[in-house]
C-alpha cells in the first residue's frame, strides 16, 4: 500500500536554528513528490515539486531534496514567519494516475 | 486572479440536513479536487476532475456524498444527509496539468451537530 510518513510530528525551533524535515514514503513507483506549507485556517500552499533522486529544489530559507525513500525539507536560519504546517506528498506512477497522497505534516514553531 | 473560492468558510447544520459546498477553480486549470482533512485522518482526495468529468471518486466515503461539475468554473460537493461524523474542513484545488503543484482555496469548516 502506498503510503507516506512523516517527522517528526512537531519540531520547535529557536530563530536562526537551522534543522531539517523528514518525509519518508513508499509507493510502487514515483511520479513526483510534493512539498506544501499550510497555515492556520487556510489551504495548502505549494512549494516545490521534486521528480528524481538526487533532485534539489530551493526557495528562500527552505531547500528540499529526494533520494529513492525519503525527502527531506531544509530550513536554514529559519524566522518565526515560517512556523507553519509542512505537508509533504507523493503522486504515484500507474493507475488513474492523479491520486495524490498527502503525509500528516510537520507542525513547525520557529521562536523570536 | 483570485485564487480557488470556496463557499461558505463555515457551516453549522443539523444531522440530516443535506449540506452543498462550492467551488471556483482557477480559470484555465483542467483539474478539480476535493479533499477532506481531519486531524485523525490527515487530508483525504475524495474525488478529481479532469475537464468538468469526474475521473476518480473511490475516495468518497459512501453514497451520501456526491460531487458534480457542470462547467469548467463551478464545482458543488453534497452531502445527504450528513452526520456528526462528516465534520471536518473540506478544500477545494485545481491544477492546469499532472505535473504541477495544486492551488488549494481556504477550505469550508463544517460541523454537523
Known amino acids: 500500500e502506498d503510503q507516506v510518513t512523516q517527522s517528526p510530528e512537531a519540531l520547535r525551533l529557536q530563530e536562526g536554528e537551522s534543522s531539517s524535515l523528514n518525509c519518508s514514503y513508499t509507493?510502487?513507483?514515483?511520479?513526483?513528490l510534493f512539498w506544501y506549507r499550510q497555515d492556520p485556517g487556510k489551504g495548502p500552499e505549494f512549494l516545490f515539486t521534486l521528480y528524481s533522486a538526487g533532485e534539489e529544489k530551493e526557495k528562500e530559507r527552505l531547500k528540499a531534496t529526494l533520494t529513492k525513500k525519503e525527502s527531506f525539507l531544509h530550513i536554514t536560519a529559519p524566522k518565526p514567519e515560517d512556523s507553519a504546517t509542512y505537508l509533504c506528498a507523493v503522486q504515484p506512477q500507474g493507475g488513474l494516475g492523479f491520486k495524490t497522497i498527502f503525509g500528516a505534516g510537520t507542525r513547525l514553531f520557529v521562536k523570536a | 486572479d483570485a485564487g480557488v473560492i470556496q463557499s461558505p468558510r463555515h457551516e453549522v447544520t443539523e444531522m440530516g440536513q443535506e449540506v452543498t459546498l462550492r467551488c471556483k477553480p482557477i480559470s484555465g486549470h483542467d483539474y478539480l479536487f476535493w479533499y477532506r482533512q481531519t486531524m485523525m485522518r490527515g487530508l483525504e482526495l475524495l474525488i478529481y476532475f479532469n475537464n468538468n468529468v469526474p475521473i476518480d471518486d473511490s475516495g468518497m466515503p459512501e453514497d451520501r456524498f456526491s460531487a458534480k461539475m457542470p462547467n469548467a468554473s463551478f464545482s458543488t460537493l453534497k452531502i445527504q444527509p450528513s452526520e456528526p461524523r462528516d465534520s471536518a474542513v473540506y478544500f477545494c484545488?485545481?491544477?492546469?496539468?499532472?505535473?504541477?503543484?495544486?492551488?488549494f482555496g481556504s477550505g469550508t469548516r463544517l460541523t454537523v451537530v
Open positions: 484545488a485545481s491544477t492546469r496539468g499532472r505535473d504541477s503543484g495544486y492551488t
Open positions: 509507493v510502487s513507483g514515483l511520479r513526483g
